[in-house]
Every structure is written in C-alpha cells, then in structure tokens.
C-alpha cells in the first residue's frame, strides 16, 4: 500500500505517509476513510500531515485533485476546520498539494506546504513525543 496512516493524541493528529506508487484511488480511498471518521476516531479541529517517503511514482493528475476538492466540500460540510501540512521538496508532489491549498480553502481545510517536517510540526502544533518522533523518522530519508 502506497498510503499508510497512524493516529495519534487520542485521534487529534493523524500523520499519513505516501511511498511507492500512490494512486488517485488509493488517495480518494484515504479521503472518504478521513470523512468517515471524523468526530468518531479523529477529533474537531484535526492535524493532519502528509509525509512522501521514497516515492517512485505519482499517479494523481490536477483533473484528481479537483475531484477530491468536491470529495472534501460535499461530504466535509458542518466539520470544524482541518490543518494539513504537506512536507515534500519533490516540484510534482508541491506543484499538486498547491492545487489542493488552493481548492480546500472552500471546505474549511487549511493547507500549508512544508520543505521539512519541524516545520510542518511547529505550524500544526503537534509537540508530543510519540507524534513527533514518528513524523521525523518517517520524514528521514
């Protein structure tokens, strides 16, 4: 599996790595379990991060991110605000997650992308041991 996700702070932080060959169905697959699970297992006001590891191949196209943007207001509608950082230095993978900041402004996300992951820690306010370590061990090349 392309995109693998742990939780962390009693379903506050939910930190997702994409390696391999990550697919637009894998990634809407991810997008519907986030819906899903919303105010069950993971928390209002949700940190969410987004680390590539050792990615071979993107198979999202901005037609893709579009999608997931109408994925995110429909189905997203009445949530409190989602805080995603994205950590990548790869031109495609930031090229895509700008699109994504762009179109999840709409359905109450907040994006921001991220050339390393403390930052991307510091912005999203994720200070606990467990979640933090495991964020810079995945990020670790």
Known sequence: MAL????????????????????????SDYAFWLIK????????GLRHLILPRDLEE????????HRFAHINLAYG?????????????????????????????????????????QKALDWLGIDTAEASAYAKKMSAS
């Open 37 to 44: 699970n919303h105010d069950t297992l993971l928390k209002p």
């Open 77 to 117: 509608a009445g949530r409190e605000k989602i805080h995603t950082a994205i950590v990548s230095q790869d031109n495609e993978v930031r090229k895509l997650a700008s699109l994504h900041k762009t179109l999840s402004q709409i359905a109450n996300i907040e994006v921001e992308l991220f050339d390393n992951c």
């Open 58 to 65: 993107i198979q999202l196209t901005e037609q893709d991110i």
């Open 4 to 27: 693998e996700h742990k939780i962390f702070d009693d379903g506050l932080t939910v930190i997702a790595v994409a390696s391999g060959c990550l697919t637009a169905n894998e990634f």
